[in-house]
C-alpha cells in the first residue's frame, strides 16, 4: 500500500512538471505571433475557415502575452471586427468595449464605442451595457456625423420595431 502511494505521488509530480514545460514551450514568442498574423491576415487567405481559426487564435494569444506591445491597440480592434466577422458577438462586444476603455484616444474610439452598443443591443440584448457605451459616445462626440443616428438609437433601446413605429406615429400627429 505504501508502495502504490509512493508510486503515485512520484507520477503525478512526473505529470505536472511535464504539462508546465509544455505550457512554457507553446507560448510563442511576439516575432512569431506578428508574423503569422500579418502573413495570414491578406484577404484571400482569411476565406480559409482553417486560416481564420488560425488567425484567431494568433489575435488573441498576442493579445493575452503581449499587452504592451505597440501593435496591440490594432491587433485589440482587429480582434474584435473579426469576431464580428465570425458571428462570435459576445466577443465582439466585449473586445469592443475593452479597447474603448483601453485606448481612449484612439483614431478608432468612436467606432468601438457604436459598435460595443451595437452588439450589447441587437444581438446580446444587455440594455444596460448598450447604453453605457452610447451614452459615453454621446458625451464624447457631439460633433460626430453618427451623433443623431445614436441619439435615436439610446433613445428606442428595448423598444420593439412596432413600438417604434407607434412613437414615429405619435410624433407625426403632433407636428
Known amino acids: 500500500m505504501k508502495v502504490n502511494l509512493i508510486f503515485s505521488l512520484i507520477l503525478l509530480f512526473a505529470v505536472a512538471c511535464t504539462s508546465t514545460t509544455k505550457e512554457k514551450e507553446s507560448i510563442r514568442t511576439e516575432e512569431e505571433l506578428l508574423t503569422l498574423i500579418k502573413g495570414w491576415s491578406k484577404p484571400d487567405s482569411l476565406k480559409k475557415p482553417e486560416v481564420m481559426k488560425n488567425y484567431t487564435e494568433a489575435l488573441d494569444e498576442f ?49 468601438s464605442l457604436i459598435a460595443a452598443g451595437w452588439y450589447y443591443n441587437n444581438n446580446i440584448h444587455n440594455l444596460d451595457s448598450a447604453r453605457k457605451y452610447y451614452e459615453i459616445f454621446i458625451i464624447t462626440y457631439p460633433d460626430h456625423s453618427y451623433f443623431e443616428s445614436i441619439t435615436i438609437e439610446l433613445a428606442n433601446l428595448g423598444k420593439t420595431p412596432e413600438e417604434m413605429l407607434d412613437a414615429v406615429k405619435q410624433q407625426d400627429s403632433l407636428q
Open 63 to 111: 493579445l493575452l502575452n503581449y499587452p504592451e506591445s505597440p501593435e496591440h491597440e490594432n491587433f485589440l480592434f482587429l480582434a474584435a471586427n473579426n469576431a464580428a466577422n465570425m458571428g462570435n458577438y459576445e466577443d465582439a462586444a466585449y473586445k469592443y468595449a475593452r479597447f474603448s476603455e483601453k485606448y481612449p484616444t484612439s483614431k478608432s474610439h468612436a467606432e
